[in-house]
């Protein structure tokens, strides 16, 4: 079992930054793809950022075209932790943001795809 914990959420001003934390624990993420989706008030759950790595190398990224160049997502294998960077804040990014683990090295953009997921974290964007 893998717990996800996320953090870093809060109220931004449009063009601001914000950056978001997923810990895990329970066993490590070393061969687990991991997500960032987001939910709208009132919409379905949508992809965001997914990143996977091998032998400790990450060797692949993949945004949603609307945070592309924006969002950047990293991961820090000493803390067992992914981040989301988030900059050029714009109100239609409000929405609560979750991480996401799946039990396999090849991220995908379903909702259904992942295994675990975090309680989620508010982020807000004023105008």
């Known amino acids: 079992q893998v717990q996800l914990v996320e953090s870093g959420g809060g109220l931004v001003q449009a063009g601001g930054s914000l950056r978001l934390s997923c810990a895990a624990s329970?066993?490590?993420?070393?061969?687990?793809?991991v997500g960032w989706f987001r939910q709208p008030p009132g919409k379905e759950r949508e992809f965001v950022a997914a990143v996977a790595w091998s032998g400790g190398i990450t060797f692949y990224t993949d945004y949603t075209d609307s945070v592309r160049g924006r969002f950047t997502i990293s991961r820090d294998n000493a803390k067992n932790t992914v981040y989301l960077q988030m900059n050029s804040l714009k109100p239609e990014d409000t929405a609560v943001y979750y991480c996401?683990?799946?039990?396999?090295?090849?991220?995908?953009?379903?909702?259904?795809?992942?295994?675990?997921w975090g309680q989620g974290t508010q982020v807000t964007v004023s105008s």
């Open positions: 329970g066993r490590s993420f070393s061969n687990y793809a």
């Open positions: 996401a683990a799946r039990r396999q090295s090849r991220p995908r953009v379903g909702v259904d795809d992942y295994d675990y």
